[in-house]
């Protein structure tokens, strides 16, 4: 006796559903009664999604998503939903090509929609929710100025930041903030780095996604400079001068500092609060000192000077009235190199001057 019987499903019937069959043997007439039986069977292949429409939602759910693709209904047993591992509602039964559902609340990019029928599953990576962006500092705290230093709270105010703490990272121009604070889906607070600069950005990252990053946000504290130390120096430069101050960086920023309008020979980071310079040679009095840390420029005026020329002996001190004789005068501090000069005997100036060296005119 025989306990089975095989059959061949007809071409184009794809799907889900009931299946009758029914048995007839060969000899029966076709008066008489056949064996009918009735089960359930899968017919076709795996569910498969090809796309999705809309593929953006809000970050509070509840936007209908329909879902494109095969064989995704009717289910007989078993049928659900999920973004990013979140149930989703199911608002109507799944035909073969469509499935419509409702999505939970969210946020983030590229969360995985899984649909699950009867045992088979099939998945499709692009859905995502609105992105976070920056409105700015709200107007009871707009702490736009921080110290080199840092550690100072700021905050931020804006949109889609969750409605639950999602762990957000905030960055100031590509610098993580010690730490981020989530307050409300319109609210996060941020202690920032230590750093140096003007105008910098603000970006915020939740759940891999970049908000939208807000430019010229927040700046820090230019360099500020006291008096140095032995403030007259020697024509001649290559001499090392301490600066104190603050704001100068917790690191070296490549620094820069001048006097006058001449860089020093080279610029030696100390500290938050110190820089030493390696002058260059120069001539003149009360000249500024500039340092650069992060392209912002701290100033103090009548700074520095330079020991001014002096003279010692001229060779032959006596001359015909009638002028156009030559004269050397020897000395020191005339420079390392010309500058504009001149020499005046009495009142009157020489007809020509021209600087030989460092000690001599």
């Known amino acids: 006796m025989q306990s089975a019987v095989a059959c061949v499903v007809p071409s184009a019937y794809k799907g889900y559903g009931d299946a009758s069959v029914i048995l007839r043997r060969a000899t029966d007439a076709d008066g008489e009664p056949g064996i009918l039986g009735k089960t359930w069977f899968t017919f076709a ?5 090809t796309a999705i429409f809309p593929a953006v939602g809000p970050i509070s759910g509840g936007q209908e998503v329909t879902l494109y693709g095969s064989n995704l209904g009717p289910a007989k047993i078993f049928l659900q939903a999920r973004i990013g591992g979140t149930a989703a509602m199911i608002t109507a039964i799944p035909t073969y090509s469509t499935a419509t559902i409702k999505t939970p ?4 990019g590229n969360k995985k929609v899984e649909l699950l029928i ?6 499709y990576s692009y859905f995502s929710y609105v992105a976070a962006f920056i409105v700015g500092l709200p107007l009871y705290d707009r702490q736009y100025n921080s110290p080199g230093t840092g550690s100072i709270s700021l ?15 905030q960055r100031i121009d590509g610098s993580a903030c010690e730490a981020t604070e989530w307050m409300a889906d319109t609210t996060l607070r941020c202690k920032d780095a230590a750093g140096v600069g003007a105008t910098k950005y603000l970006s ?3 759940d891999l996604q970049i908000a939208w990053t807000l430019t010229e946000l927040v700046s820090y504290d230019i360099p500020s400079l006291s008096v140095p130390r032995r403030m007259n120096r020697a024509g001649t430069g290559s001499q090392s001068v301490t600066i104190a101050g603050a704001h100068f960086g917790h690191a070296s920023y490549s620094g ?3 006097y006058g309008h001449t860089a020093c020979e080279t610029t030696r980071w100390i500290a938050d609060t110190a820089t030493t310079c390696q002058i260059s040679s120069g001539v003149r009095g009360t000249r500024k000192i500039s340092v650069t840390m992060g392209i912002r420029v ?3 005026t009548e700074a520095k000077s330079f020991d001014t020329g002096y003279l010692s002996v001229t060779r032959k001190t006596n001359r015909a009235a009638t002028g156009s004789a030559s004269i050397t005068i020897h000395g020191g501090n005339m420079g390392l190199t010309t ?3 001149g020499i005046q005997e009495g009142h009157t100036g020489c007809e020509a001057t021209e600087w030989e060296s460092e000690t001599s005119m």
């Open 204 to 206: 915020v990252t939740i």
């Open 118 to 123: 009867d045992g088979q599953v099939t998945e």
């Open 45 to 49: 292949g795996v569910p498969i999604i």
């Open 339 to 341: 500058y504009t000069k």
């Open 105 to 108: 609340q969210g946020r983030g």
């Open 298 to 300: 701290g100033t103090t």
């Open 256 to 258: 820069g500092m001048r």
């Open 155 to 169: 905050t931020v105010a804006g949109l889609n930041f969750g409605t639950t703490d999602p762990t957000p990272r």
